[in-house]
Nanobody, 119 residues
């Protein structure tokens, strides 16, 4: 079975940094897009996503502060978050979707990791 396990969340002060990790298992992820979403009251918002070949996409609100990266050998995707803001407090979820899946948010989901930005 495909499983995604996130870690790295926690409490951080405004302007601080966190690094999230997501380790995937259960299949070969070379043809999967791995991404990070955060949960708002009405939707899961795309934060960043990456292909195994190195293509990356970011939400406009985070593109100058966050960095997504993949270690294909470890089946792990990371999200380095810098200069965090209080309104970015959320549960962050890892997602994996095959490249043939056209809809963002399709595929598999991790359990989520809580990020709290507060002084």
């Amino acid at each position: 079975q495909v499983q995604l396990v996130e870690s790295g969340g926690g409490l951080v002060q405004p302007g601080g940094s966190l690094r999230l990790s997501c380790t995937a298992s259960g299949t070969n992820f070379a043809l999967y897009i791995l991404g990070w979403y955060r949960q708002t009251p009405n939707q899961r918002e795309l934060v960043a996503e990456a292909t195994s070949g190195g293509s990356k996409n970011y939400a406009d609100s985070v593109k100058d502060r966050f960095t997504i990266s993949r270690d294909n050998a470890k089946n792990t995707v990371y999200l380095q978050m810098n200069d965090l803001k209080p309104d970015e407090t959320a549960v962050y979820y890892c997602n994996a979707r095959h490249v043939s899946v056209v809809t963002r948010g399709g595929g598999y989901w991790g359990q989520g990791t809580q990020v709290t930005v507060s002084s």
